[in-house]
């Protein structure tokens, strides 16, 4: 049988609700037949009421506002009463910014983001997050499919530039004054060839050779016009069926995928968490970079079962933002149905240094 | 402006889309503050406002003392804190058929409740600024509803010392009382001696 000494001090316990079912029964018990223990409760009740004292919410708001407190606060208990709680100071300062936000029309709150735990990743409130998502994904999409063709196409149109501008400069160094002239029709600016250095006038058999090497040259001028050309009317045809794409999720993954790729699963072994990626159609492929970033360029090579390199892409420079990247492309049909490792590597001192890896499935 | 605060309320009132719009978009602003505190129940706490600011202009408690904005801004403050104090409010075991003066039986846990004057929850804040700072946390702990056993963990004493402690620190809150009441008012000290029938 438990005594009042045992009684009282389990007391505020027994308001918490926090003893274990025996304790509880028998403080129980014991306050039913104990007038004294029974106002010993009365009397933690009271205690819980003062240390669970905090200053009204009407109080609080008036001093954010500056208003006079509510009739019977003392404004120098609250003042000390702000200085000694956390929670009241806490709530305060709450009220306090959204003063601000009414008086200050300049301020823009940001969305609030939540974590959603079970999927593990952020939402913004309120509930329209789903299509939030839905339509940053497929712009995403659209962005990254418009940037690989983009690349593909500017860095084919600059080098068949410059070499156009290097076969006219030659052209006009070896030009020996005869009647033959060029019209450049490439729009990369070609020094003039009427104001190219003229050597001296060679004569007899090293003229007619000079003649032949201008007639290749020009020859070479031409046909490399003629793919500049081809590529710029493949370009514009690239670029109209990318506009008359349909911009929907659905739609773009009709006929082009955007895989983004964590390089956890490759570590824990096994291919169960391989990313799949349909064999008959173009890939875009973003892999999340986990090491910290010492190199300017890496290399990214796509090694199949036997280890054995099968694609590779030099020059691979890491996107930074929130979350780091690499991103390539895989040309539709370029990879046989598989399992393979996607390797990223780094040069260091002539050596090749392995970094993360990554695991897809291609069917 | 005044007038233009009414034309407000009324068209509010009549469910025009331009004025509920307006008044929401100041009540969501007027909240962003409390998101973060509030965000498992946001939806349900926006919902509430706009009842609780409904109900007020429906009964025209907004009598153009202020602009209507900010009339708005403190009744969305003022319904955030209570939610946000609602929230974290430890629910009191059911001992109603123990005590003479209790709550009502048969409601299950209840919620302490506050005093219902000003001038009682004075006295309880000058009560408990005389405290001591390991009483306040001690009681913080068992408001958050600790066990004994983590709190003694959590401190690192033993838990006979720590129940002494803590009735140490009730027995202080009473003594407290009784010397304020005495003082202030001269009567003479009772043993437990109630400040209110709201504070049991």
Redesign the interface.
């Given at each position: 049988m438990m005594n009042c000494e045992q009684a009282?001090?389990?007391l505020?316990?027994?308001?918490?609700?926090?003893?274990q079912e025996s304790e509880?029964q028998a403080v129980?018990e014991h306050?039913?037949g104990c007038d004294r223990c029974?106002?010993a409760?009365?009397?933690?009740?009271?205690?819980?009421?003062?240390?669970?004292?905090?200053?009204?919410?009407?109080a609080?708001?008036a001093l954010?506002?500056g208003d006079r407190l509510?009739?019977?606060?003392?404004p120098a208990?609250?003042e000390?009463?702000l200085a000694?709680c956390p929670q009241c100071a806490a709530?305060l300062e709450?009220?306090r910014?959204?003063?601000h936000?009414?008086e200050d029309e300049r301020i823009a709150?940001m969305p609030?983001q939540?974590k959603d735990r079970a999927a593990g990743a952020s939402t913004t409130?309120?509930?329209a997050a789903p299509l939030v998502r839905t339509s940053v994904r497929a712009w995403r999409s659209s962005a990254l499919a418009a940037s690989l063709v983009g690349v593909v196409a500017l860095s084919g149109w600059i080098h068949n530039g410059q070499r156009v501008h290097s076969l006219e400069e030659r052209l006009a160094q070896v030009s020996t004054g005869t009647e033959a002239t060029v019209e450049p029709s490439s729009p990369q600016p070609a020094p003039p060839i009427a104001s190219a250095p003229v050597p001296s006038a060679p004569s007899g058999g090293a003229a007619l050779g000079e003649t032949e090497r201008l007639r290749a040259a020009e020859a070479q001028l031409q046909e490399a016009q003629a793919k500049l050309q081809e590529q710029s009317r493949q370009i514009a045809e690239i670029e109209k069926q990318v506009q008359s794409r349909p911009t929907s999720k659905a739609g773009l993954e009709a006929n082009f995928q955007s895989v983004e790729i964590e390089p956890a699963a490759a570590e824990r072994g096994g291919d169960a968490d391989a990313v799949e990626i349909r064999a008959d159609r173009g890939a875009a492929v973003s892999l999340t970079a986990d090491h910290r970033e010492t190199h300017k360029t890496h290399v990214l090579e796509v090694l199949d079962a036997a280890g054995k390199p099968v694609l590779t892409v030099p020059g691979l420079q890491r996107n930074t933002g929130d979350v780091d990247t690499y991103t390539f492309g895989i040309p539709p049909g370029r990879l046989a149905p598989g399992t393979y490792t996607v390797q990223v590597s780094a040069q260091e001192n002539g050596q090749k240094v392995a970094f993360e890896k990554y695991l897809i499935r291609v069917v | 402006m005044e007038n233009d605060d009414q034309e407000v309320v009324a068209r509010y009132l009549r469910g025009e889309a331009e004025a509920v719009g307006l008044v929401d978009g100041w009540i969501q602003r007027a909240a962003w503050p409390f998101q973060r505190r509030l965000s498992s129940r946001w939806d349900d706490l926006l919902q509430d406002v706009r009842l609780e600011v409904t109900r007020l202009l429906g009964q025209g408690k907004f009598r153009g003392e202020s602009a209507l904005r900010t009339y708005l801004w403190r009744v969305v403050n003022h319904t955030c804190l209570d939610q946000i104090r609602a929230q974290t409010k430890w629910q009191w075991a059911d001992l109603d058929d123990l005590e003479r003066d209790g709550p009502v039986a048969g409601t299950g846990p209840v919620a302490p409740s506050p005093p219902s004057r000003h001038e009682d929850r004075d006295l309880l804040l000058r009560v408990l600024e005389r405290a001591s700072e390991d009483c306040r946390e001690l009681w913080r702990m068992l408001v958050a509803g600790l066990s004994y056993r983590e709190m003694s963990q959590r401190l690192g004493v033993a838990e006979g010392t720590l129940r002494v402690r803590v009735l140490r620190c009730r027995e202080k809150a009473t003594s407290t009382r009784e010397d304020l009441l005495g003082r202030d008012k001269g009567v003479t000290k009772q043993p437990g001696a109630r400040l209110s029938s709201s504070e049991s």
């Open positions: 009282i001090e389990l505020p316990w027994l308001l918490n609700g926090t003893l509880r129980r306050l039913a029974r106002e409760l009365a009397e933690t009740r009271f205690a819980w009421s003062v240390y669970d004292q905090h200053l009204p919410s009407e609080l708001v954010a506002y509510p009739d019977g606060l003392d208990l609250a000390r009463h000694t709530e709450l009220v910014t959204s003063r936000l009414e709150p609030f939540r409130v309120p509930a | -």
